[in-house]
């Protein structure tokens, strides 16, 4: 399924380098404004491509390294929603379906990191990811929250064609919450203590 994906998105690319950026939305909640809509540019396309690449190499290892298909079917469950969800959030076109899929992938990262539940280290670990990637999720929805209001859209494709927000009073608490959010979830100093 990897392999077929990263396939299927290296076929975009002529499409990508031409156009600019590919976009599809579907409108889910109109009288809110929001939709489903994803955007693919020259930067999705190639988070795409390391995501579906790099799944690849990690499902054919994977398939080397469990003994027991019990095993094996759980750990490629949970790895090909994880996956999933690292789509979603790369190709996101507005800030709401970024925020879920983001949150997704905590979510599948918790259930990732405590596999062997019986372990109480792997127990440990997996809850300690989850509350600090959680509570940088929520500083990074309220920076997407006030991103979205401030530039008068929540679709991503609206918000980059837009106005320069850089002079806008909410610039800096909007630009810090965003990397509250990244660095908890990428693991930077100082929250990178949960990561080992």
Do not use: C
């Amino acid at each position: 399924v990897m392999a077929a994906l990263f396939g299927g998105a290296l076929s975009l690319l002529p499409q990508v380098g031409g156009q600019g950026a590919l976009e599809f939305s579907l409108s889910w909640a109109p009288q809110l404004g929001l939709s489903f809509s994803l955007y693919l540019d020259g930067l999705a396309l190639l988070f795409v491509l390391v995501v579906t690449g790099m799944g690849a190499a990690i499902f054919a290892y994977g398939g080397y390294y469990f003994e027991d298909a019990q095993t094996s079917g759980r750990f490629f469950q949970l790895m090909l929603a994880f996956a999933s969800s690292m789509l979603a959030l790369v190709l996101a076109g507005n800030v709401i379906s970024l925020f879920v899929a983001w949150e997704l992938t905590s979510i599948l990262s918790f259930l990732l990191i405590s596999f062997k539940g019986k372990d109480s280290e792997a127990r440990s670990g997996a809850l300690q990811a989850l509350v600090i990637t959680g509570l940088g999720g929520l500083a990074l929805l309220a920076g997407l929250l006030m991103l979205g209001a401030a530039a008068g859209s929540m679709e991503i494709s609206q918000i980059l064609a837009g106005a320069d927000l850089r002079q806008h009073p909410w610039y800096a608490a909007i630009a810090v919450l965003l990397m509250l959010g990244a660095f908890t979830k990428s693991a930077q100093f100082p929250f990178h203590f949960w990561l080992p």
